[in-house]
């Protein structure tokens, strides 16, 4: 079965510190994942998939095939960074995305 | 350029009573996907349409419908409400059915069952 874990719910840090929000997949299949973000009042929005390898926002996520994760990082964090943030796994001919629960990201001044 | 709009805001509902709610794709788009967000949950993934056929389904019974018109604005309906159907309802649209993972959500609906 597929499956997106987030372990944490909640995370909280200071600005300026790093900030890694842990996303986990189980999928037999040639994974494509994403995270989507959601700001306060905010529509879920898309943040970068990782076949793009792109950094948006100073965020970075590295697909690590033989840990199946698909970390979020940004080594500075900003009081604008504070939302929450889910982590999708795209499933091929299913033509559907499964979330993880989210994690909502805290970042104290 | 329009963004996914979706009615009602909020609707409150009894059980075993049916209920209808409505997504307007972004413009130009003409694949619709339906999420229900359950509280504290991910989106989880009910049906896509894609030019008006059905074409994915989640594991979510019969009883939950849906409906793509031409001009691609959706439907999703569900009969014989129960308890554990409130939540939170998002549509989203794609460009088509090729770019799934590039999805633009609507603001949801939050259905209360009561």
Known sequence: ?109 | ETGVTQSPTHLIKTRGQQVTLRCSSQSGHNTVSWYQQALGQGPQFIFQYYREEENGRGNFPPRFSGLQFPNYSSELNVNALELDDSALYLCASSLDASTTYEQYFGPGTRLTVT
């Open chain 1, 1 to 109: 079965a597929q499956r997106v874990t987030q372990p944490e719910k909640l995370l909280s840090v200071f600005k300026g510190a790093p900030v890694e929000l842990k996303c986990n997949y189980s999928y037999s299949g040639s994974p494509e994942l994403f995270w989507y973000v959601q700001y306060s009042r905010q529509r879920l929005q898309l943040l970068l998939r990782h076949i793009s390898r792109e950094s948006i926002k100073g965020f970075t996520a590295d697909l690590n095939k033989g840990e199946t994760s698909f970390h979020l990082k940004k080594p500075f964090a900003q009081e604008e960074d504070s939302a929450m943030y889910y982590c999708a796994l795209s499933i091929q001919g299913a033509q559907k995305l499964v979330f993880g629960q989210g994690t909502r990201l805290t970042i104290n001044p």
